[in-house]
């Protein structure tokens, strides 16, 4: 129900988004190549030695997103390409983790690690039409390595904190890519309303140990072992036929100081509870601080049927109270320097 209820918010969303673009007079993109890239950063770090009784503990955390775009225009032919990577870890504290275990440091904590790759091709009806025949694929995984902490020592982190190899994801662990070929609806540079009747969803899941865990998306059978928590019978991939509806939009406002971005993509399995729909939106919200530096907020809403995310519970240790099918939310702040060129 939930997800229902997000996808409707999401639509109207995006019909604010048209009514926004409506109100803008812009201008094509000229033929040829355009690119860019941002670079976003964040870090706090705080040390102390000899703290008073009271006064905390050392920290350091540091992350960023990068992202990069190429747009191709030439005749009736669009092509376009963005690829982004967000990433951030975070130490508490300072030491090993417990009196005797003297190789046990203080580890750093996973906080995000989220690389997305999207390209669109399309083909214009005729010179005046706003529509395209059009293909698209995007994939997303993550780039480094997360080990499960232990029961003393809960979290998510880079290197093995339980000594056990409890390695829940890496790179291309899961992997998530999706294929369609539809129809592009583009008024201006500005916005773009793309939907495809026929597509594919693949998770890849190459390593058996995670693919064991039953928590990425594919499938599994029977009941887990009660000691180790994973699965007997598993597959390393899924495999979905369904709908595809993809919408991005992008414009400046304040003078062109401000920036909002959004990309939006639904995906309904014909094959397995099509009323559940996946959601995959971003969304970034930038502020010009001085030519080429910006403050910019970025916020992620997922869902996927298929998937078990970790279940937020303020109550339980490390926040986290088992895992299960919830909308996930990320939110990140950054200062930005972008480039185009």
Do not use: C
Not at 92 to 110: M, N, T, W, Y
Not at 134 to 159: K, M, R
Not at 214 to 232: A, C, F, I, S, W
Not at 297 to 310: A, G, P, R, S
Request: cysteine-free.
């Amino acid at each position: 129900m939930i997800v229902r209820h997000v996808a409707l918010f999401l639509l109207l969303a995006l019909g604010v988004n048209v009514s926004l673009y409506a109100q803008e007079d812009t201008q094509e993109q000229p033929e040829g190549w355009e690119s860019g890239a941002g670079l976003g950063l964040d870090f706090a770090q705080l040390l102390q030695i000899n703290p008073r009784q009271g006064a905390g503990q050392n920290r350091v955390g540091f992350g960023g997103a990068i992202n990069t775009f190429a747009k191709y225009r030439k005749d009736k032919l669009a092509w376009d390409n963005l690829a982004t990577w967000q990433f951030g870890i975070q130490r508490l504290g300072s030491g090993i983790i417990a009196q005797g275990s003297q190789e046990q440091r203080i580890p750093f904590q996973k906080a995000i690690d989220d690389l997305r790759f999207n390209s669109k091709v399309g083909y214009q009806l005729s010179e005046t039409s706003k529509f395209f025949y059009a293909a698209d694929v995007s994939f997303l995984t993550q780039l480094t390595p997360t080990y499960q902490g232990s029961e003393t020592y809960p979290g998510n982190f880079l290197s093995d904190v339980s000594g056990e190899d409890n390695l829940l994801s890496s790179f291309f662990n899961p992997g998530t890519l999706n294929l369609s070929a539809g129809i592009d609806y583009k008024p201006n540079a500005n916005f773009s309303l793309y939907y495809s009747p026929i597509g594919a969803k693949f998770i890849f899941v190459p390593n058996d140990d995670i693919a064991a865990l039953g928590v990425h998306g594919n499938p599994v059978e029977g009941d887990p072992d009660p000691n180790t928590g994973l699965y007997r019978e598993f597959d390393n991939t899924f495999s979905a036929l369904g709908q595809t509806l993809r919408a991005n939009y992008t414009n400046k406002f304040l003078n062109e100081k401000g920036t909002i971005t959004s990309s939006l993509l639904l995906f309904s399995n014909y094959l397995e509870k099509p009323q559940n729909i996946d959601i995959d939106w971003n969304n970034e919200l930038a502020f010009t601080i001085v030519a080429g530096l910006q403050a910019a907020v970025t916020v992620n809403i997922f869902y996927d049927d298929d998937v078990l995310v970790q279940i937020t519970d303020w109550d339980q240790p490390n926040g986290i109270n088992g895992v299960g099918k919830r909308v996930s939310v990320t939110q990140q702040f950054l200062l930005k320097y972008n480039v185009t060129f």
